[in-house]
């Protein structure tokens, strides 16, 4: 199937809109992405025809629910080529993600001196979480920076694991700088277990966690073109099986007494109370709407877009990015001398431009590149060429007012 790039943005309501009288360029999809017509139709059908609460009612609507919400489970395993639904547990996103792991399989495996590896290219919700176990418990975080240019080597990663490492825990695709990492090549290289952060990479490039060899990968829906709030992490069935639940409540249990709790089989172990029903059923269509597209198509368009930004963006010898690593996604981090970034993100918001400007939630990686803020262009599946060249003339015009 061709990838046409016009018939997937007649898709996306608000596209056609404009912000400040200039035809909408939105390139803060690294934050979040839009919303397809397919997943606000079908999250709105969800509320006013067939909401009910799910797995607890016997009457029809509640099975209906429970029907469209558990097959999500199997779009989710589809979309990573998982074999086994049940290794895909509901979250609310990432960070709920990893905070399920650290709390429900790390704190209660981990002692004073045990040691978690982790990059320096790593958003905050794979950082903070084991910044608890190292202030709770005496966790080490051991921190592996990036090459200059933004790449890192899997071998980086592997030459920090040491007689005391339990946890490898990595970005698969840098929110900043959209560095692509091996993580297969990590995880094949030890035994130690290896958690995958693929918020940002499930949205651009196939995803197959069997072949990665992995232990946990993560994924956010409102980054891939679901709601906000939807999201899950596959676990594999010997990781699941080392876990304490996480939160208690309604669902996650078989028998409750007032001596003791019986708790279910994963995956419902770790999904206490009423889930986000509608926003996961928006979640299953958006991954289906990707699914029909094809991830590959949708790659391959981005390469486009990344290649033509790359050639343009380097022509701009005032302009730097931060981290131009050869294999990346369609992501630029930028500063300009003379420019903060607040003001590179609003001259650009006059001109129908969305980027978004700041640290990115990867404070030590602005460290490492020692800046304290930059302009961030991240590109999707429904931008353009044009889009890019309206960036370009964007960045010239911020420069001559700096001049």
Same mark, same amino acid.
């Given at each position: ?74 779009? @989710? ?49 794979? @950082? ?104 899950? @992490? ?46 996961? @059923? ?122």
């Amino acid at each position: 199937m061709s990838f046409d790039v016009h018939a997937v943005r007649a898709d996306f309501p608000i596209l056609s809109r404009k912000v400040n009288d200039r035809p909408l360029v939105y390139l803060d999809n690294g934050a979040s992405a839009q919303k397809p017509r397919q997943v606000i139709e079908a999250v709105s059908q969800a509320y006013a025809d067939e909401y009910a609460n799910v797995h607890r009612g016997l009457h029809y609507l509640s099975n209906l629910a429970t029907d469209k919400y558990e097959a999500v489970r199997g779009t @989710i395993a589809r979309f990573l080529n998982a074999s086994d639904a049940e290794e895909v547990i509901f979250t609310s996103g990432s960070t709920e993600a990893i905070n399920l792991v650290s709390y429900g399989w790390a704190a209660p495996r981990l002692t004073a001196g045990d040691e978690i590896v982790l990059s320096v290219l790593e958003h905050h919700a794979n @950082i903070v979480p084991w910044h608890f176990l190292r202030e709770r418990q005496g966790v080490v975080l051991k921190w592996v920076e990036p090459e200059p240019d933004g790449s890192l080597p899997p071998e980086k990663m592997l030459a920090a694991v040491g007689p005391r490492t339990r946890l490898i825990a990595v970005t698969h695709m840098s929110n900043v700088t959209g560095t692509v990492v091996d993580v297969g090549a990590i995880a094949r290289g030890t035994d130690v277990p290896v958690l995958v952060d693929g918020s940002q990479a499930a949205v651009h490039m196939p995803v197959d966690v069997p072949a990665l060899g992995v232990d946990f990968y993560c994924i956010t829906g409102h980054k891939l073109y679901g709601p906000s709030g939807s999201g899950a @992490i596959w676990i594999s069935r010997e990781r699941q099986h080392e876990m304490r639940p996480f939160l208690g409540g309604g669902d996650m249990i078989r028998t409750v007494t007032r001596d003791g709790v019986d708790y279910a089989e994963p995956p419902l172990k770790f999904e206490a109370g009423t889930p986000g029903i509608v926003n996961q @059923i928006g979640l299953g269509v958006a991954l289906e709407y990707l699914m029909d597209l094809g991830m590959e198509n949708i790659a391959a368009h981005e390469r486009v877009l990344r290649d033509h930004a790359r050639d343009r963006l380097r022509a701009l010898n005032w302009l730097n990015i931060q981290g131009d690593a050869a294999d990346k996604g369609a992501i630029f981090s930028l500063t300009m001398e003379g420019a903060h970034a607040h003001d590179i993100s609003t001259i650009l918001d006059k001109r129908g431009i969305a980027v978004r400007a700041g640290t990115h939630c990867a404070m030590p990686l602005m460290d490492f590149y020692g800046v304290s803020a930059s302009a961030r262009a991240s590109f999707a599946m429904y931008n353009t060429v044009e889009e890019v060249d309206a960036l370009i003339d964007g960045l010239q015009f911020c420069r001559e007012l700096f001049a």
